[in-house]
């Protein structure tokens, strides 16, 4: 039996919110104000969702050994993640993302990432071996190739996150998906990567041709649809009140995972996962509200 459910290679990130009474354009500015200093990171945080539901999550990420890295360590911690594959590094500063919250809850993120890279191959072969899942972001198709193949080796499946800012996900993602066992991508990442609007006969078709477990597609306040070999499945979301969108997608994707290693029925797999992000978003930051499964029931059972 292996150790871990999931490894999530990702490291954490330091957030600095700031309220604007609405989201800057070009060439704009706005008077804004720092409300909150927060841990985030969207791998990081789909560790913590998981952590939280009681699956045995471990981080495969670096963290410096000042302030912000001892943060972002101790939310792992706080939230149930392995942190035996943190490696922690002098000289090296955290991830950071200013992110820009409107009156409506709705954001815009800038998110500037260190230089450093996640692990050593080694550290990752001993994470990966041991785990049921590896959870990942395709950012750099040689690293990526790497983790998969080896993965596939050790009978360890894969799930990614695509979105729209990963410029390899744009240019391979044939071959990304070809590596990968789910893929769930917010509604601009499939646009970006595949040219195409997320629809059932696409879904169908993409499935089938890269043999996949599942391939999710996230729409915002527009729900969610998915597909796997048996069936399609979309929901509508939950109409509730929004606080903060931040960690949305992280949220839903940690659900869903927990809902794939515990083969719930694809339908009932997106109600749950897009009730746990619901909870998340009513709440101020990307963890804000991170939710035991018996919180996500009682939550459906409210708003069914």
Same mark, same amino acid.
């Given at each position: ?16 919110? +700031? ?65 035996? +594959? ?43 071996? %041991? ?9 750099? #198709? ?34 990304? #998906?070809? #590596? ?9 990442? +499939? ?21 996949? %477990? ?29 606080? %903060?969108?931040?960690?949305?997608? %992280? ?18 797999? #997106? ?34």
């Amino acid at each position: 039996m292996k150790t871990f459910d999931v490894v999530a290679v990702g490291s954490g990130t330091v957030d600095l919110v +700031f309220r604007v009474p609405r989201l800057p354009g070009n060439d704009d500015k706005v008077v804004g104000k720092k409300v909150a200093e927060l841990i985030g990171g969207t791998v990081a945080n789909t560790a913590c969702v998981m952590g939280k539901l009681g699956l045995r999550v471990a981080s495969l990420s670096t963290a410096g050994n000042d302030y912000f890295g001892q943060s972002i360590v101790d939310d792992f911690v706080r939230n149930h993640v392995d942190i035996r +594959f943190v490696q922690r590094k002098s000289g090296i500063d955290a991830n950071m993302a200013v992110i820009f919250l409107d009156d409506s809850g709705e954001k815009a993120l800038v998110y500037a990432p260190n230089d450093e890279t996640e692990t050593s191959m080694v550290q990752a072969q001993e994470a990966i071996s %041991d785990s049921r899942v590896v959870y990942i972001m395709p950012g750099r #198709l040689d690293k990526f190739r790497a983790i998969s193949r080896y993965a596939k080796e050790k009978e360890t499946k894969i799930v990614v996150d695509i979105e729209s800012h990963l410029p390899d996900s744009q240019q391979h993602i044939h071959e990304i #998906l070809s #590596l990968c066992d789910v893929a769930i991508f917010n509604k601009e990442g +499939f646009r970006t990567s595949l040219q195409q609007e997320p629809e059932r006969e696409t879904l169908e078709q993409l499935v089938r041709k890269h043999d996949l %477990d599942a391939l999710v597609v996230t729409c915002g306040g527009g729900g969610v649809m998915a597909c796997n070999r048996e069936k399609f499945a979309s929901h509508p979301g939950y109409q509730i009140p929004v606080v %903060d969108t931040t960690g949305a997608g %992280d949220t839903f994707n940690g659900a869903f995972i927990y809902c794939y290693l515990n083969n719930t029925d694809l339908a009932d797999a #997106l109600s749950f996962a897009s009730a746990a992000a619901a909870i998340n978003i009513s709440h101020f930051g990307a963890r804000g509200k991170l939710s035991t499964v018996n919180d996500i029931n009682n939550f459906k059972e409210k708003y069914q």
